[in-house]
């Protein structure tokens, strides 16, 4: 069982960093990713007149705060966890849409908008009848993200730093996210890393595993993800040679479950089936919300990829990335 001495004297379970995106979800049919030449299940950037052109055209989409970290942090604030999130917007309408959203669950966000330079960041979300996203990203200002936006008194007071990956294409992110793990460290708090996406990790590779072994004490990934890191032919291979690089390290599998590593321990964590899937949009991010609230609640690391599991089996019986329920309610389902 993980020890956590700085659980009596931190105010703020989690702060995530990553960026500020709004999310905007809509249904298509397989022709229509065909037709625009997207291959279904990937992340593919665009530049603002991409993004504009496609927005204007999108009907009846759901919109809501997203990206990676903020998921994971609201997920945090529904389970009743106090929780915050550093990341930046524009001065527009979409950043309006964006601080209302992540403001409404009960997460802390107080990043100052800008008035200047790319306009928030979006991500239009193709959801396919088999409930598979493709997903066309804008990261506009959110990726400008600089030291000078920390609230660094809100990172002194979590008791995880929680990073997002896909942060890490940018200097200034980079230097921002340096800066707050250093912070966190001293102030007694644990960092947290998130590798977002196998395209991310093939970026920054060896930039990525500096990171993990310098700063990261409880790490996410997903199958792919960690192959792609360590270059491997398996996953086993893969588990091999990430263990015992950070004190925890969560590998996610959708349908298949999940691996939890402690030390040298390993532990197979079964997915649970709360309904149709309807769009997976969110699942990761929702299990590592899950996992980190129940970590900093002080629980085992099985109850954590438990509650983990549980919270990403709800979120993909539904468009979106948020909660529809009381998610305390399914903890009772474990106890």
């Excluded at 992340?43 to 999108?58: G, H």
């Excluded at 997903?222 to 192959?227: L, R, S, T, V």
């Excluded at 899950?290 to 954590?304: M, N, P, R, V």
Aim: hydrophobic content about 35%; overall charge negative.
């Amino acid at each position: 069982m993980h020890q956590k001495k700085w659980l009596e004297n931190k105010t703020i379970d989690v702060i995530g960093i990553g960026n500020a995106i709004v999310d905007v979800l809509v249904h298509v049919e397989d022709s229509f990713l065909e037709k625009h030449g997207y291959k279904k299940g990937t992340m593919t950037l665009i530049n603002d007149q991409q993004a504009k052109e496609l927005y204007s055209n999108i009907k009846n989409g759901l919109e809501t705060s997203g990206g990676s970290a903020a998921n994971s942090i609201t997920g945090i604030s529904q389970l009743g966890g106090r929780a915050g999130f550093i990341g930046r917007t524009r001065n527009d309408n979409l950043g309006k849409v964006f601080t209302s959203d992540i403001c409404n669950t009960g997460t802390i966000f107080n990043t100052p908008s800008v008035d200047k330079g790319p306009s928030t960041g979006r991500c239009m979300i193709f959801v396919s009848p088999d409930a598979e996203r493709t997903m066309c990203t804008y990261l506009g200002s959110s990726v400008l993200l600089d030291p000078e936006d920390l609230d660094l008194s809100l990172v002194k007071e979590s008791k995880v730093l929680y990073l997002e990956g896909y942060l890490w294409d940018n200097d200034s992110a980079k230097r921002a996210f340096i800066k707050a793990a250093e912070i966190s460290k001293k102030s007694g708090g644990e960092v947290a890393l998130s590798l977002s996406d196998s395209f991310c990790v093939n970026r920054h590779k060896e930039s990525f595993k500096d990171l993990i072994n310098g700063y990261i004490d409880i790490l996410f990934a997903n199958e792919e993800e960690i192959i792609s890191l360590y270059d491997t032919s398996n996953l086993d291979e893969a588990l091999n040679i990430l263990r015992g690089k950070c004190k925890i390290s969560v590998i996610t599998m959708g349908e298949k479950g999940s691996y939890l590593l402690e030390d040298r321990d390993q532990w197979k964590i079964s997915s649970y089936k709360l309904g149709e899937t309807i769009d997976t949009t969110g699942a990761g991010d929702m299990y590592a919300g899950g996992f980190l609230y129940a970590y900093t609640k002080g629980d085992d690391i099985i109850t954590c990829g438990k509650i983990g599991s549980l919270c990403a089996a709800h979120v993909v019986t539904h468009l979106g990335p948020r909660a529809k329920i009381k998610l305390n309610n399914l903890i009772d389902l474990i106890i």
